[in-house]
């Protein structure tokens, strides 16, 4: 996207790492400094996915709080409009996927009609479903195992995450991946290396 790289508020772009250093640190000017600056950009971007304003004002939102979360350890802060770019189109890509599976209807009784006590035969499956399932994490290692406890059942923020497990936020995702792919594995009955 051109002109991404500069600075689209009133700092200029000699100034937009200390800018980012200073909020960072805590500086409550520089991050409105940098929100008066970027909301603009997030919200082009947000509907240029041809997203609705409800689901920008959520893009928006989302794109802030990631940078909350990795404020402190982005490598290039001189390229902030970048990464917030970036970012947001990630968010909004997110948001259509999600968007995309959801089924629209006015008749939520469509859906309630199946939702009845499962047969002992149901029941039987499951149990032997969740026997093999936690069978297979066990076998995991224990910082898989431990990750997707947290993020899966506990579900806390990835700031907290990565603050009990001694991780850094942007690693959590990958990570996350990484450790069910294995459990697919194990699952499937493959080894894992």
């Known amino acids: 996207m051109a002109g ?3 600075w689209a508020g009133s700092v200029e772009q000699s100034e937009v790492a200390g800018t980012v250093l200073r909020a960072a640190a805590g500086d409550r000017a520089a991050w409105d ?31 802030w709080m990631r940078l909350v979360e990795n404020l402190g350890t982005i490598r290039e ?21 999600l968007r995309g599976r959801e089924v629209v209807t006015g008749e939520e009784a ?14 039987l499956l499951d149990r032997e ?30 700031v907290e995450v990565a603050a009990a497990l001694d991780m850094p936020v942007g690693s959590i995702g990958p990570t996350r991946a990484r450790c069910l792919k294995r459990l697919r594995v194990l699952l499937d009955g493959g080894v894992v290396g």
């Open 77 to 97: 802060p001189e390229r902030l409009a970048g990464w917030i770019a970036t970012t947001a189109r990630r968010e909004s890509l997110r948001l259509l996927r």
């Open 4 to 6: 991404v790289d500069v």
């Open 129 to 158: 479903r969740d026997r093999v399932l936690w069978r297979a994490f066990a076998r995991l290692p224990e910082r898989c195992r431990t990750l997707l406890q947290l993020v899966v059942v506990s579900a806390p923020s990835y």
């Open 110 to 123: 469509t859906f309630d009609a199946g939702d009845s006590d499962p047969t002992p035969e149901e029941h």
């Open 33 to 63: 400094e940098i929100v008066a600056s970027f909301s603009g950009l997030i919200w082009t971007i947000a509907v240029t996915h041809r997203l609705g304003p409800a689901d920008a004002a959520e893009v928006t939102q989302t794109t």
